[in-house]
Nanobody, 119 residues
Framework: QVQLVESGGGLVQAGGSLRLSCAASGSIFSMNVMGWYRQAPGKQRELVATSTVSGTTHSADSVKGRFTISRDNAKNTVYLQMNSLKPEDTAVYYC?????????????WGQGTQVTVSS
């Protein structure tokens, strides 16, 4: 069983920065895809950024150029560096991990961390 624990959320003014961390209970080498999602009040959960074990990253258009996802394999931790934050970035941010074990995919979620950006 994989456990993901997020940290680093908080309250920040528009234009500020935060770094979210997601610590995994196991080796993230086994996690084919790790990513960050967010859910604002009254909205559906949406993809923010993903990182594959091979190093390929993907970011949503709304955060490109502002947010950066990275993995520290030695620490089994994934980060989301968020710069130039906007009030519309306010949401609960969730860490996600997907493990491919044919014929199944196993998906895990963290408990979420609140990010609030004030204008």
């Amino acid at each position: 069983q994989v456990q993901l624990v997020e940290s680093g959320g908080g309250l920040v003014q528009a234009g500020g920065s935060l770094r979210l961390s997601c610590a995994a209970s196991g080796s993230i080498f086994s996690m084919n895809v790790m990513g960050w999602y967010r859910q604002a009040p009254g909205k559906q959960r949406e993809l923010v950024a993903t990182s594959t074990v091979s190093g390929t990253t993907h970011s949503a258009d709304s955060v490109k150029g502002r947010f950066t996802i990275s993995r520290d394999n030695a620490k089994n931790t994934v980060y989301l560096q968020m710069n130039s934050l906007k009030p519309e970035d306010t949401a609960v941010y969730y860490c996600n991990a997907i493990i491919f074990r044919a014929p199944y995919n196993y998906e895990y979620w963290g408990q979420g961390t609140q990010v609030t950006v004030s204008s």
